[in-house]
């Protein structure tokens, strides 16, 4: 994650587990309640207790390390939006993101 606009990323969080090839993989803040429409809850494949994320960061997935392949990205490294990405009435200023 890349915080503020910085071009050196400045949280790393190592994933684990393995995610199935038509599957869905839910890293959360520790303290994020995770809730379903029908009242039922969702358990997260991978709590953090880093404290990341309100919008403007830049996340750019990484498969294999040190020089990795860079899966996707949301937001632009080295670009600081500010508050947050949008994209018409859509934004990531603390809201779910979720990649389909």
């Known amino acids: 994650m ?7 990323a400045c949280l790393t969080i ?4 393995i995610v199935a090839v038509i599957g869905t993989f839910i890293l959360v803040q520790i303290t994020a309640t ?10 997260p494949n991978q709590p953090s207790t880093a404290s990341w994320f309100n919008g403007g960061e830049a996340i750019v997935p990484i498969k294999g390390e040190p020089t990795g ?8 490294v080295g670009f600081d939006p500010v508050t947050e990405w949008e ?14």
């Open 2 to 8: 890349y915080f503020n606009g910085s071009a050196i």
């Open 14 to 17: 190592h994933l684990a587990g």
């Open 34 to 43: 995770m809730l379903v429409a029908n009242g039922g809850s969702i358990t």
């Open 69 to 76: 392949t860079i899966i996707d990205a949301i937001g632009q």
């Open 87 to 100: 994209t018409s009435l859509k934004s990531t200023a603390d809201n779910t993101l979720r990649k389909k």
